[in-house]
Every structure is written in C-alpha cells, then in structure tokens.
Nanobody, 121 residues
Framework: QVQLAESGGGLVQTGGSLRLSCAAS????????MGWFRQAPGKEREFVAT????????IYADSVKGRFTISRDTAKNMVYLQMNSLKPEDTAVYYC??????????????WGQGTQVTVSS
C-alpha cells in the first residue's frame, strides 16, 4: 500500500502558475510510475501526466503539453506538477496516483485525496 498526499493547489489568475506536490510513503518501491489526474465539476476524471520512478519516461495529455511539467525526486519520494500558463479550463481537483506507467486510471492502485486548483478568468 502506498499513501499519497497532494499539496500546492489554490486560486490563480489566467496565465499564472502553480506547483503541485505529492508526497509518497509506504511501499513506493512496488509502483512503477506516478501520475497526475484531474476532475473538473461535472466531468469525468482525466489523465494529465505520468512519470516513471526509474529511468524517467514521461507522458503528457495533449491539453497540457508545453505548459505543465511533471518531475520526481526519488530520494524524497516526491512528485511534482509545475503548471504554467494556466487557463480557466484547467480548473479541477488534481489527484496524485501510484501505479503502472499508463494514461489509464484503472492501472493506478493508490490515490491521494486531491487538491483544488481554480483558475479565474
């Protein structure tokens, strides 16, 4: 079991930046990758980005490519999501997840509680 805790959400204006952090504890060695997903009001949860713990491989959703950067610190068991050029459509609850290197949320076994990101126009 892996425990995850997100932080760093908040309210920001269009064009602004935020950095989300995810602290992982427990059996982190059993997971291959860490992902970020988000869920906007009235919408299904969607994939944002994922990164492997080992030799870094990264996938981004097309909607965030060029604006968001995922990174990890293996020594600290931390994963980050740097979000730049934020748009109102980025408003959502952002979740950190541990699992397999994939865009598919069903391949992630452990989830954080989520952190709210609100982008005002």
């Amino acid at each position: 079991q892996v425990q995850l805790a997100e932080s760093g959400g908040g309210l920001v204006q269009t064009g602004g930046s935020l950095r989300l952090s995810c602290a992982a504890s427990g059996r982190t060695f059993s997971t291959g990758a860490m992902g970020w997903f988000r869920q906007a009001p009235g919408k299904e949860r969607e994939f944002v980005a994922t990164i492997t713990w080992g030799i870094p491989r990264i996938i981004y959703a097309d909607s965030v490519k060029g604006r968001f950067t995922i990174s990890r610190d293996t020594a600290k068991n931390m994963v980050y999501l740097q979000m730049n050029s934020l748009k109102p459509e980025d408003t959502a609850v952002y979740y950190c997840a541990a699992g397999s290197y994939s865009k598919r949320e069903e391949l992630y076994d452990n989830w954080g509680q989520g952190t709210q990101v609100t982008v005002s126009s």
